[in-house]
């Protein structure tokens, strides 16, 4: 069956695989750098490099991140 036009391999419909507008645009643009580099598993500064790219900067100072939290349904503290 030929692909439908305008179609990637990100845009399936499953449960929890909705993406903004941006992380598509990230997702593509790192694939394009595999296929363009036959890198299939690109480095952390190869994924800076792609973010770079596409016009990321840090505006900021950093802000710690926290231990992340299982969504709530998932959390079996509560009972």
């Not at 997702?27 to 596409?54: D, K, N």
């Not at 950093?62 to 969504?71: A, C, F």
């Amino acid at each position: 069956m030929p692909p439908k036009p305008g179609y990637t391999s990100y845009s399936q419909s499953l449960d929890g695989s909705e993406m903004s507008p941006e992380e598509l645009e990230f997702l593509i643009a790192v694939s394009s750098f595999q296929r363009r580099t036959g890198r299939r598993y690109p480095t952390w500064r190869e994924i800076l490099y792609v973010a770079h790219c596409l016009g990321y900067r840090r505006v900021s100072d950093p802000v710690p991140i926290g231990k992340p939290e299982p969504p709530p349904e998932l959390n079996c503290d509560t009972g």
